[in-house]
């Protein structure tokens, strides 16, 4: 036995090996339990594939196939991150405050809209909001700017 075939045998066992890990990879993408799981899996079965696809270039003696790797690794980056920016919110407790803000289910509710009527009017009543009169201009003005943002800096439905 010369190197060349014991070469050959290690990467026909390495590209057993990848394919076992790929059907592993496959069926924790299908049965996963969270998204974040399945996304995690996805990714693994493009990398096991580019690797594969390297070690059948060195084979089969292609060059070609390293082409083909590569364009798979960026087709597979990409694949994952829109996976990603598509079922991963990026700040979920922002989600959560606007739908409480939406439907006023915050605690404080009332107060913060007297407050911010009170504010876009450009009186502040000394009932609208507890404190001396300069913090009750300032948190006004607080509630003004978030609700600018909040908006778009339109009058309207929230972002």
Do not use: H
């Not at 069926?27 to 580019?50: E, Y």
């Not at 107060?111 to 009543?125: C, N, P, Q, T």
């Amino acid at each position: 036995m010369n190197f060349e075939n014991l070469y050959r045998i290690l990467f026909q066992g390495a590209l057993i090996w990848f394919t076992l890990l790929i059907l592993i990879m496959l069926l924790r993408a299908v049965t996963g339990p969270r998204i974040t799981d399945r996304i995690l899996s996805i990714n693994m079965i493009g990398t096991m594939v580019i690797s594969s696809v390297c070690i059948l270039s060195f084979v089969l003696d292609e060059s070609y196939l390293l082409d083909v790797a590569l364009i798979y690794a960026m087709i597979s980056f990409v694949a994952v991150l829109i996976l990603n920016s598509t079922y991963i919110p990026r700040n979920p407790s922002r989600k959560k405050f606007l739908d409480e803000m939406k439907e006023g289910n915050d605690q404080n509710g009332q107060k913060e809209r007297a407050s911010v009527k009170a504010a876009e009017a450009g009186s502040i009543a000394d009932t609208d909001l507890p404190g001396e009169k300069g913090e009750q201009r300032e948190k006004g003005e607080n509630i003004r700017r978030l609700r600018e943002k909040m908006t778009g800096g339109k009058d309207g439905e929230l972002i």
